[in-house]
């Protein structure tokens, strides 16, 4: 089957403001996949915006390094397609399982011993976004380790197939889901995350 990983590239295109316009049924998860076809279809193209690939936390006191919190950095991407169940008009469609590869860095002024990590996959068709999903992870942060790395679970999501198998009609961006103080401060304050993608 096809298979994906995404380590780092510049993408253009901001998650701020994705927007929330959703159509039911297109994101979901736990259905049996349709195995009764022997190809696996393509899978969509994938971007991480660099300006959404990190989050970065701080106590409310300042914006030092004495007040950081956690740094969270998606380093990669990673999952493969196969044909998902039929949708209810009947219509093929492609399973495409996503798992994030984070790294997470304890800062200074961290108590907690978890991390929530919010991160979206958005689904787009022509430049314009269909779908989009928030998920939430909370991720242990050893107190003896300042730096360690943790996979997402397997999220599905079922996208329709189209006409041609061979050729995905939509491109899916991920990000970590940010306010916009914490949008703003990546544009001010950090470098552009580099991702490349890698398909198989």
């Known amino acids: 089957m096809p298979a994906f990983s995404l380590s780092p590239r510049i993408f253009s295109r901001l998650a701020a403001g994705l927007g929330s316009l959703m159509l039911a049924g297109l994101l979901s998860g736990c259905e049996e996949a349709d195995t009764t076809h022997t190809f696996a279809p393509a899978c969509p193209?994938?971007?991480?915006?660099?300006?959404?690939?990190?989050?970065?936390?701080?106590?409310?006191?300042?914006?030092?390094?004495?007040?950081?919190?956690?740094s969270t950095h998606i380093?990669?991407?990673?999952?493969?397609?196969?044909?998902?169940?039929?949708?209810?008009?009947?219509?093929?469609?492609?399973?495409?399982?996503?798992?994030?590869?984070?790294?997470?860095?304890?800062?200074?002024?961290a108590s907690?011993?978890?991390?929530?990590?919010?991160y979206f996959v958005a689904i787009l068709q022509d430049g314009a976004i269909v779908d989009k999903k928030i998920f939430t992870e909370t991720i242990r942060l050893p107190p003896t380790v300042s730096i360690s790395h943790s996979s997402t679970p397997?999220?599905?999501?079922?996208?329709?197939?189209?006409?041609?198998?061979?050729?995905?009609?939509?491109?899916?961006?991920?990000?970590?889901?940010?306010?916009?103080?914490e949008l703003d401060y990546n544009r001010s304050h950090l470098r552009t995350a580099q991702f490349h993608e890698h398909v198989q």
């Open 112 to 118: 907690a011993d978890t991390v929530t990590v919010p």
């Open 154 to 181: 397997l999220r599905f999501i079922d996208v329709p197939t189209g006409n041609n198998p061979q050729i995905s009609p939509y491109t899916m961006e991920i990000g970590l889901q940010l306010n916009h103080s």
């Open 45 to 70: 193209r994938f971007d991480v915006p660099g300006q959404v690939a990190d989050r970065i936390t701080y106590d409310g006191k300042g914006l030092d390094a004495a007040h950081r919190l956690t």
């Open 75 to 109: 380093l990669g991407v990673q999952g493969d397609c196969r044909n998902g169940p039929r949708d209810e008009q009947k219509r093929p469609m492609t399973r495409v399982r996503v798992s994030l590869n984070l790294q997470l860095e304890r800062g200074p002024a």
